[in-house]
């Protein structure tokens, strides 16, 4: 079974940090490029990072930039997002998923999520 | 950026109901266009990409047309499993943007 699979959620501090992992399985991760996508308490979605499969080119949404660094270990399986300085406006689920080349870029596997919450 | 606008933003209906989504560019984006089916405490479901290629498993009672600036999502005929919130989302530049999302309701 192809899955996504999340983790390192909590809660922080205004200002701390946080690391999420996306785990894959059943999947060849190391053709894929990958997003991170988050979604605030009752708002839409909002794309904020892009990792190409090689890690040879990454993106992010203006909203995270100098703050959050996407990686990935394509021997580990695994898509990192290292979050720093984090704000109250931060708080929100953030998922991994699978941008599919076959698919015209669309996003085809998603995590289940996980919550991040920045209070103090 | 590119950027998307969908409407209605709500729509109150009932079970066997004919809707119709309407997404909309900032600029052409050819056919470089998802739809995808948020149920609450889910995470988002492919629906369609190339503006109008259903992914693998869903009903076809969902399509989708358009090209260009302009895009449709249709359910054919609304089942019970089909109240959730629907986006759509732009395939042409990095960024992938998501419209605000159209929010589907039992009247």
């Known amino acids: 079974e192809v899955q996504l699979v999340e983790s390192g959620g909590g809660l922080a501090q205004p200002g701390g940090s946080l690391r999420l992992s996306c785990a894959a399985s059943g999947l060849t991760f190391s053709s894929y490029n990958m997003k991170w996508v988050r979604q605030a308490p009752g708002k839409g979605l909002e794309c904020i990072s892009y990792i190409s499969s090689s890690s040879s080119a990454i993106y992010y949404a203006d909203s995270v930039k100098g703050r959050f660094t996407v990686s990935r270990d394509n021997a580990k399986n695994s898509l990192y997002l290292q979050m720093n300085s984090l704000r109250a406006e931060d708080t929100a689920v953030y998922y991994c998923a699978r941008v599919s080349g076959e698919k015209m870029g669309a996003f085809d596997i998603w995590g289940q999520g996980t919550m991040v919450t920045v209070s103090s | 950026d590119i950027q998307l606008t969908q409407s209605p933003s709500f729509l109150s209906t009932s079970v066997g109901d004919r809707i119709t989504i309407t997404c909309r560019a900032s600029q052409g984006i050819s056919s470089y266009l998802a739809w995808y089916q948020q149920k609450p405490g889910k995470a988002p479901k492919l629906l369609i990409y190339?503006?109008?290629t259903l992914q693998s498993g869903v009903p076809s009672r969902f399509s989708g047309s358009g090209s260009g600036t302009e895009f449709t999502l249709t359910i054919s005929s609304l089942q019970p499993e089909d109240f959730a919130t629907y986006y759509c989302q732009q395939l042409n530049t990095y960024l992938f943007t998501f419209g605000p999302g159209t929010k589907v309701d039992i009247k």
């Open positions: 190339a503006a109008s």
